[in-house]
């Protein structure tokens, strides 16, 4: 790898067919390397399919321990989801539910295991594991996935921080800025005992602009230091926090593909930064 890599994962791959059609046009455009793929959203199967006919995108786990559907029967995991199989609502409701050890963190094993076999039964190769709002770095879950990396091919893991917690400092009141910053802190604790799994040094959303601007996102590329660095991106996206439209726009420029030639920018995936390439 060249002095400056950088990794741009679109996150939400297969959460609906926007997305899906946004990050293949990522990937033909040459911007788009990565995907994270949430295995039990509605359109995983057709993000699956199209991922297979393009070997050159790396296509990782995107873990969903809130806000979603989960992958396993509610009998198995009953103290984990509500009586429509929905797992807890919020990031902060998940992070103090799974506090609790015993049966609870036994169900949430059961969870995590499989959404990691329904990946590996596409037949992709799993290159990474994110986590959706970043759980994959709680405590009880980091240790699970250590457990597994005994089972299952897991090599790397993203490790965010800096910006990448943005969505915690937007609580109102002081005990959500409360609970916020514990939430900061328990995170930040995992990703400092994540090092057993590789991953970039750096991760950092493509454009932090609402709207995102051709421009802003040439500048972020030209500020790229030593290292390898995640750019995450969600093309696509019809969630109100992201600007969907804009960055299924950015992740097909011409300009930013430019951007990343003019910068002397190293594009690569996380299998390869998992083997060294």
């Known amino acids: ?45 057709a993000a699956r399919n199209s991922a297979a006919m393009r070997p050159g995108l790396g296509v990782g786990l ?27 609502g919020q990031p902060m409701e998940a992070a103090w539910l799974f506090r609790r050890g ?4 036994k169900q949430l094993k059961t969870e995590i295991r499989g959404q990691i076999e329904k990946f590996l ?11 959706h709002h970043h759980l994959h770095l709680h405590p009880t879950v980091l240790s699970i996935l250590k457990e597994l990396a005994n089972d299952y091919p897991i090599s790397a ?19 959500r800025r409360l609970e916020a910053k514990a939430m900061r802190t328990m995170l930040g604790w995992g990703r400092l005992r994540a090092g057993v ?21 040439a500048a972020r590329l030209s500020r790229i230091r030593p290292g390898v660095t995640e750019l995450v991106c969600h093309p696509g996206s019809l969630l109100g926090r992201y600007d969907g ?6 992740v097909t420029s011409t300009a930013v593909r430019s951007a990343l030639v003019e910068a002397d920018l190293e594009l690569a995936s996380y299998r390869e930064v998992a083997e060294g390439i």
Not at 14 to 25: F, I, R, S
Not at 202 to 209: A, F
Request: glycine content about 12%; hydrophobic content about 40%.
């Open 1 to 45: 790898m060249t002095a400056r890599t950088v990794i741009i994962t679109a996150d939400d791959l297969g959460l609906w067919p926007e997305v899906n059609d946004a990050v293949m046009a990522g990937y033909d455009a040459g911007i788009i390397t990565s995907a994270s793929l949430r295995v039990g959203a509605r359109a995983s199967d």
């Open 245 to 250: 439209v804009g960055e299924a726009s950015l």
């Open 102 to 105: 015993g049966g609870l963190r």
């Open 62 to 88: 995107h873990l969903v321990l809130c806000e979603g559907q989960a992958t396993m029967p509610r009998k198995h995991i009953s103290d984990l989801v509500d009586s429509g199989g929905n797992l807890p």
């Open 121 to 131: 039964a596409s037949g992709l190769f799993m290159t990474h594991i994110s986590g």
């Open 157 to 175: 893991l993203r490790k965010p921080c800096g910006a990448m917690w943005s969505w915690t400092r937007r609580r109102r009141g002081w005990d």
């Open 197 to 217: 799994f590789k991953g970039p040094e750096r991760v950092e959303p493509l454009s932090v602009e609402r709207p995102v601007t051709e421009h802003g996102a």
